[in-house]
DNA sequence: CACATCACG
DNA sequence: ACGTACGTGATGTGT
């Protein structure tokens, strides 16, 4: 039984959502999933549920053998010892149309069944809006995690999604969104720790790493990256400094394995000091038994000097725990410096949410351009790096326009 | 409860 | 030759 106290602090902060909004796309996503389902069963050549994996992988792979006409060989998974029919492998199934019907479907099945269907439920009754749980001891690498519902993965990537984001809005008439993201903060902490020529100079310029990886991806010139493209090379860059191989990359980019070999060895050489970075974190990791990031934080990794599939898991960790988890840190100090802030400063400003390099705020109009400034300043200064932090902050009257 | 899939950083 | 970015949580299927 929550005490008084508890319940006040939960009536002031969380997130409010328009209800009505979701109940309007509801309706829209169930007529559009209806007609999908339709031309899913006309390719297909009979009704089946198209939930079940195991009833789609024979109608892909048995009845319709669409994999022999393209080229695929998909990954083998452990359900039937069949084929995956994760997006990855449809996205190569195009010599039917079935393949792009079930992407479609899942993208509308899963945005309804997991958010639009499912926030309103969260909603408490006496404060009108949604109390998730951030929990701090969850994570390996000290970040949050939220729960009940998860706030921290409100879609946000494609179109559809982003009409999900449109329905987070301030608690009242007179309130804002304030949104501040630091900017590739898991990156500048990489610059931190390899001082990178290439990246330290990016970042002194205030540049985007992501944008000229994808200019070289795609070979073309900077100002020709779309917002895709970006999307696709930011997934290479953290794939890579992460350790992904060849085999993903090519998945990624779609292209072969030789390809994603020679661009893996360009990327290295380009810059050099990550692979070094990288050799580093696994030598300390072996070494002393855990991965630990900028202010001491340990994970432990007794797999680290094992063989096989857990080792290869623990190296992956060793590099990535340093990073992720510092970035962190940060953004937690910098929640402790707003919050103090906030109550010294009697502001009626809530801090509502945390998203790992992003922070939420409920504002009232009036404190609008203090909130602004002083969260920006208080996230860029928490701490001096190699390089800079930057921190982009939006204002709106949704989550989607404060971003 | 395990698995596959997919939403986010 | 093996396995091959990391960190989470929610959903539906199927045992």
């Known amino acids: 039984m929550p005490t008084a106290e508890v319940l006040s602090t939960i009536e002031q902060n969380g997130v409010r959502i328009d209800v009505a909004g979701l109940e309007k796309i509801s309706e829209e996503f169930e007529e559009r999933l209806k007609a999908l389902s339709d031309r899913i069963y006309e390719a297909a050549e009979e009704t089946?549920?198209?939930?079940?994996?195991?009833e789609l992988q024979s109608i892909l792979y048995d009845k319709l053998e669409i994999?022999?006409?393209c080229k695929v060989k998909p990954k083998k998974i452990k359900l039937g010892n069949k084929m995956s029919t994760d997006e990855e492998t449809l996205e190569k199934m195009q010599a039917h149309p079935l393949p792009e019907l079930i992407l479609q479907y899942r993208e509308l099945n899963k945005l309804k069944n997991t958010y639009v269907d499912q926030l309103p439920a969260f909603v408490n009754p006496d404060s009108n809006r949604i109390h998730s749980s951030f929990r701090q001891t969850v994570a390996a690498t000290g970040r949050l995690a939220s729960d009940n519902p998860n706030l921290q993965n409100i879609p946000i990537r494609t179109e559809e999604g982003r009409r999900i984001r449109h329905v987070f809005?301030?608690?009242?008439d007179n309130h804002v969104l304030v949104s501040a993201d630091y900017s590739q903060i898991e990156l500048r902490v990489v610059a931190h720790f390899s001082k990178d020529p290439t990246f330290m100079a990016a970042y002194r310029q205030n540049l985007d790493i992501h944008a000229l990886t994808a200019a070289t991806i795609f070979e073309v010139p900077e100002d020709g990256?779309?917002?895709?493209?970006?999307?696709?090379?930011?997934?290479?860059?953290?794939?890579?400094?992460?350790?992904?191989?060849?085999?993903?990359?090519?998945?990624?980019?779609?292209?072969?394995?030789?390809?994603?070999?020679?661009?893996?060895?360009?990327?290295?050489?380009?810059?050099?000091?990550?692979h070094t970075l990288q050799e580093h974190f696994l030598k300390q990791a072996r070494k002393q038994g855990y991965a630990q990031t900028l202010m001491g934080r340990r994970r432990y990794l007794p797999a680290i000097n094992g063989r096989g599939l857990h080792r290869r898991m623990a190296e992956g960790a060793a590099v990535n725990t340093p990073i992720q988890g510092t970035a962190a840190?940060?953004?937690?100090?910098a929640m402790s410096a707003i919050q103090k802030r906030l109550q010294r400063e009697r502001l009626k400003t809530k801090m509502i949410l945390s998203v790992h390099d992003e922070l939420v705020f409920d504002t009232p109009h009036h404190e609008e351009e203090i909130i602004v400034s002083l969260v920006k300043q208080e996230m860029e200064q928490v701490i001096t790096l190699e390089v800079p932090l930057v921190v982009d902050v939006g204002v709106g009257a949704n989550w989607l326009e404060a971003h």
């Open 67 to 69: 994999h022999k006409q």
């Open 169 to 172: 809005i301030p608690s009242n």
């Open 48 to 54: 089946f549920n198209i939930n079940s994996i195991i």
């Open 329 to 333: 840190e940060i953004i937690k100090l």
């Open 225 to 274: 990256v779309t917002r895709e493209m970006r999307a696709k090379a930011k997934e290479v860059n953290f794939g890579l400094i992460y350790r992904m191989g060849p085999e993903r990359l090519s998945l990624i980019t779609h292209t072969s394995k030789t390809e994603a070999k020679g661009f893996i060895e360009r990327y290295f050489q380009k810059y050099a000091t990550i």
